[in-house]
């Protein structure tokens, strides 16, 4: 395997995190490079499961470096009670397999309450963000008011910046009629978590390019996916980083001419959490979905909205990321169905277009054009080889992947490692 940067095509939710697991079998490093932990990669491995938020999924392949890049932004505490409760699950989470960028940004308790007060103020306007402080803390970062995992591991300094901080997000805080942040009790638990980070921080850049000059295989694990992502998503409903392959470069230090190749991954069909424009939504698909218990997220909760292949999104992502090959998931949650839609294009004011509109009122404007196919009505989840893939499923998944310009190299027909099958 060379170095691979892997993204999400649609919406996030993609299935990223069993793929990366399946991949981590030849990936020596895993590298996450942007988020924080809003993403939520579900992996299933003997039976287990495990729901990893900002640890990279190589954590459960023993031999498998994991890296946090400057890119991530991280909630000391939430990291901390995530390697915790690993650990308590019987994974190895020492500083031999997981290294922890100095230059990640810090998710503090104030980003936290801000981003849910912002939401509620929002309104019916709100963007259903995760709560978890993430475009707060990426805005201080661009506002260059940030705190730094390098100033976590110096509580003098890490006092000083935080004392600031803390005074101003409480004024702002006041105007939402929360109560203040108890600085001494802030500082002291952030202080507890990071004493308990920093035998994991390091310079991530460094050990990533003495890796590429050992020629050592890197998989870039994307988090969220294509249409989250801060300048090509469906803006303002979006993540607040670069979720596109060009975010594994910038977030990690590894220039673009170190990478190989990028891998997407995207649903057999659609689905989005959060508010904003889906042109291919269908209540009646989703309704069938979550009543055989799928599609509900993993870090909140929430029930997925639901949809029908769209081929014009996963063509833009095919662009912006430079997808060489795709990955295709759940295709055994349309198991049942006795004819499949995909949407070719979208019509907005009686024109045809292949590419969606940045415009999300447009968007939202967007008449999904569909071809059907017909359902295979056969379980495949229990198939492992392409050969005995029924035709009708065969020829869908083909059909998906050449709309969206892009070749098939995985598909993958249940949660476990077992249930895929590569091309
Ligand atoms: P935030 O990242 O919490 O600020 O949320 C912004 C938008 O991104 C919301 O619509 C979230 O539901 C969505 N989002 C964030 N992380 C994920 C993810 O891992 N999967 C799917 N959607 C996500």
Request: proline share 5%; net charge negative; with cysteine.
């Amino acid at each position: 395997m060379a170095n691979t940067i892997l993204i999400g095509a649609q919406w996030g939710d993609e299935g990223k995190g069993k793929i990366i697991d399946f991949l981590t079998e030849t990936a020596e490093i895993v590298v996450r490079s942007q988020g924080g932990n809003n993403a939520g990669h579900t992996v299933i491995v003997g039976g287990t499961k495990y729901v990893l938020h900002l640890i990279p999924s190589g954590i459960l392949r023993p031999g498998t470096k994991c890296v946090i890049g400057n890119g991530v932004v991280l909630d000391p505490i939430a990291v901390a009670g995530e390697i915790d409760g690993l650990t308590a699950k019987g994974v190895s989470v020492t500083p031999e397999n997981l290294l922890i960028s100095d230059a990640a940004h810090l998710v503090l308790p104030y980003h936290r309450h801000l981003d849910e007060a912002r939401e509620i103020a929002k309104g019916a306007g709100k963007i259903g963000t995760t709560k978890r402080g993430i475009g707060p803390a990426y805005g201080d970062k661009i506002a260059r008011v940030g705190l730094r995992m390098a100033d976590l591991l110096n509580p003098a300094v890490f006092s000083e910046k935080l004392a600031t901080r803390v005074a101003e997000n409480n004024e702002t805080l006041a105007r939402y009629g929360i109560a203040p942040l108890d600085f001494e009790q802030t500082l002291a638990q952030l202080l507890a978590a990071g004493k308990s980070l920093a035998p994991f921080v390091g310079n991530t850049v460094v050990f990533l390019h003495k890796s590429v000059r050992e020629k050592k295989h890197m998989l870039f694990e994307g988090a969220q996916g294509t249409f989250l992502d801060i300048d090509h998503g469906t803006y303002p409903y979006v993540t607040s980083s670069n979720t596109t392959a060009g975010g594994a470069c910038t977030g990690s230090g590894v220039p673009p001419h170190h990478i190989d190749s990028v891998l997407g991954v995207m649903k057999a069909y659609t689905t989005r959490v959060g508010e904003g424009p889906f042109p291919t939504e269908d209540e009646g698909l989703g309704d069938m979905l979550h009543g055989m218990g799928r599609e509900f997220g993993s870090t909140t909760g929430r029930a997925r909205r639901c949809g029908w292949f769209d081929a014009v999104a996963v063509r833009y992502a095919g662009m912006i990321n430079g997808i060489d090959t795709l990955a295709v998931t759940n295709l055994d949650g349309l198991d049942s169905l006795a004819s499949v839609k995909i949407c070719t294009h979208y019509r907005l004011n009686g024109a045809l277009l292949e590419t969606p509109p940045m415009d999300y009122a447009q968007l939202a404007a967007c008449e999904p054009v569909y071809i059907e196919m017909p359902g295979w009505l056969t379980p495949t989840d229990q198939i492992r080889d392409w050969n005995l893939m029924p035709e009708r499923a065969k020829d869908y998944l083909l059909k998906i992947c050449d709309l969206s310009g892009a070749k098939l190299s995985i598909a993958s027909v249940g949660p476990n490692r077992e249930q895929t099958i590569l091309l």
